[in-house]
């Protein structure tokens, strides 16, 4: 399957834009806590569409579902496009996820919603060991709140296939460990 995503939607031009334009299947947005300015009023400590150093906005969290779904018969909404939702601090996951809940939102047209977010050091700015969103309690959170218990990773990389020796192979071997114990997890429940 070709899809087409729209990336850093962050704005409310860009999340008009991507919604409009019938060649992108999937929307993703960087969501943290900040500041939402839209009609000429300001909401504070609220989850918003930006990546840092960024904290304030002109579309919040629950715009964006507004935006990207229709209303149905049954009081539910309906998405549109598939959605990533890149999470750029541990304290925005836990509100963001009742959000998508009690806006009832759903996916009649097969539309996933992904859960993203840096919840292991790797490439970039990752390398230096800090997270602002740790693994333990990302997974926790986003598996209280999900129905199906499908856990993925994706890299850089095309291919899993990478030498021992290179730092690429502990990232993949620290993501294997992380998704081994949190299959082991779920099969418990």
Known sequence: MDWTWSHATNSRHKVVQATEDSSIVAIECDVMVGTSIEDGESVSSTPILAHPPNTQSDISLATLILLLS????????????????????IGVVQYSLQLLQSSNVTSSRA????????????????????LPVPADDFLSCCLDHIHSRKVGFKTARKSLRVAPSSRTHLYVCAYIKLVRMTMFNILCL
């Open 70 to 89: 229709d209303p149905t018969n049954d009081g539910k909404r309906d998405l549109r496009k598939h959605l990533k939702l890149d999470f750029k601090e």
């Open 111 to 130: 539309k996933m919603i992904f859960l993203n977010a840096d919840i292991l050091p790797g490439p970039g700015k990752r390398d230096d060991g800090t």
